[in-house]
């Protein structure tokens, strides 16, 4: 505990130790800048570069799930998994994703870096592989749609492999 608390001492920009915030008990929020010691914890808010960058992202965002959606070998992914067909699919997948899902993501405004969107459409491509066996018609098509999703990535220069 002491050489945790020298080493949070070591990379802090100040000393000073604040109350708790009560605001949360309450039910309330509080904006980051209105946190007492988080300006000078030396946190900045976003420029109006980042955040441009994020809406930039989103349009990208958007565009390849809507060509995802439209591509034929998206229609096993276009809906969560009903039980009435996959009675057992939420026993084996924990964390469904699917094409539908990733849409109302996208329009609350979800997805604030690459990184989430593509763990997100890669999920729903794990998930089918887990779930299907490889001969099925559901594992061709994620490995068809996985392979499209790539290269639209690489179009929009949004590929980190």
Not at 11 to 32: D, E, H, L
Not at 102 to 111: A, D, F, R, T
């Given at each position: 505990?002491?050489?945790?608390?020298?080493?949070?001492?070591?990379?802090?920009?100040?000393?000073?130790?604040?109350?708790?915030?009560?605001?949360?008990?309450?039910?309330?929020?509080?904006?980051?800048?209105?946190?007492?010691?988080?300006?000078?914890?030396?946190?900045?808010?976003?420029?109006?570069?980042?955040?441009?960058?994020?809406?930039?992202?989103?349009?990208?965002?958007?565009?390849?799930?809507?060509?995802?959606?439209?591509?034929?070998?998206?229609?096993?992914?276009?809906?969560?998994?009903?039980?009435?067909?996959?009675?057992?699919?939420?026993?084996?997948?924990?964390?469904?994703?699917?094409?539908?899902?990733?849409?109302?993501?996208?329009?609350?405004?979800?997805?604030?870096?690459?990184?989430?969107?593509?763990?997100?459409?890669?999920?729903?491509?794990n998930n089918c592989r887990l779930y299907n066996d490889i001969s099925t018609e559901?594992?061709?098509?994620?490995?068809?749609?996985?392979?499209?999703?790539?290269?639209?990535?690489?179009?929009?220069?949004?590929?980190?492999?």
């Amino acid at each position: 505990k002491q050489w945790y608390q020298r080493r949070v001492r070591g990379q802090s920009k100040t000393s000073k130790v604040y109350p708790g915030i009560t605001a949360f008990k309450k039910g309330g929020r509080i904006a980051i800048e209105d946190i007492p010691g988080v300006l000078e914890s030396g946190w900045t808010p976003r420029t109006e570069r980042e955040e441009e960058n994020s809406g930039v992202n989103q349009k990208h965002f958007t565009a390849i799930w809507i060509k995802l959606k439209a591509h034929s070998s998206a229609w096993p992914f276009l809906e969560p998994v009903k039980p009435e067909i996959a009675p057992d699919y939420y026993q084996h997948i924990k964390y469904p994703c699917d094409l539908q899902t990733i849409g109302e993501k996208l329009s609350q405004g979800y997805y604030r870096t690459r990184k989430m969107f593509v763990a997100d459409v890669s999920r729903m491509f794990n998930n089918c592989r887990l779930y299907n066996d490889i001969s099925t018609e559901y594992y061709k098509c994620a490995a068809v749609l996985q392979k499209y999703f790539i290269n639209e990535l690489k179009e929009a220069n949004l590929y980190d492999p």
